[in-house]
């Protein structure tokens, strides 16, 4: 099974930038959807962006299309989120999430991002 562990949160003022990173092991990597999903206090947690395993297909929910960026680096088993012109509504716990295509979904442990001034 893959182990996933996210690293890149942290504090950011509102209109700055921040580059998740999500390293995965234990498995193989390039099989797998990756995901990144986030949970603000209070709210379900919603999916932010996703990459086909061989990094071709991507998708990018309406509040962060043109802002936020999926890649993958299956040489080195990670993935990564960039995210750009941050605002306050973005701070959330994030997670990188795995999915393979039957059904077996593994999740990271999330990071924290808080925008704010």
């Known amino acids: 099974q893959v182990q996933l562990v996210e690293s890149g949160g942290g504090l950011v003022q509102p209109g700055g930038s921040l580059r998740l990173s999500c390293a995965a092991s234990?498995?193989?990597?390039?099989?797998?959807?990756m995901g990144w999903y986030r949970q603000a206090p209070g709210k379900q947690r919603e999916l932010l962006a996703a990459?086909?395993?061989?990094?071709?297909?991507?998708y990018y929910a309406d509040s962060v299309k043109g802002r936020f960026s999926i890649s993958r680096d299956n040489a080195k088993s990670t993935a990564y989120l960039q995210m750009n012109s941050l605002k306050p509504e973005d701070t959330a716990v994030y997670y990188c999430?795995?999915?393979?295509?039957?059904?077996?979904?593994?999740w990271g442990q999330g990071t924290q991002v808080t925008v704010s001034s």
């Open positions: 999430n795995a999915h393979r295509r039957d059904g077996f979904d593994s």
């Open positions: 234990g498995s193989i990597f390039r099989i797998y959807t």
């Open positions: 990459i086909s395993s061989g990094g071709s297909t991507n």
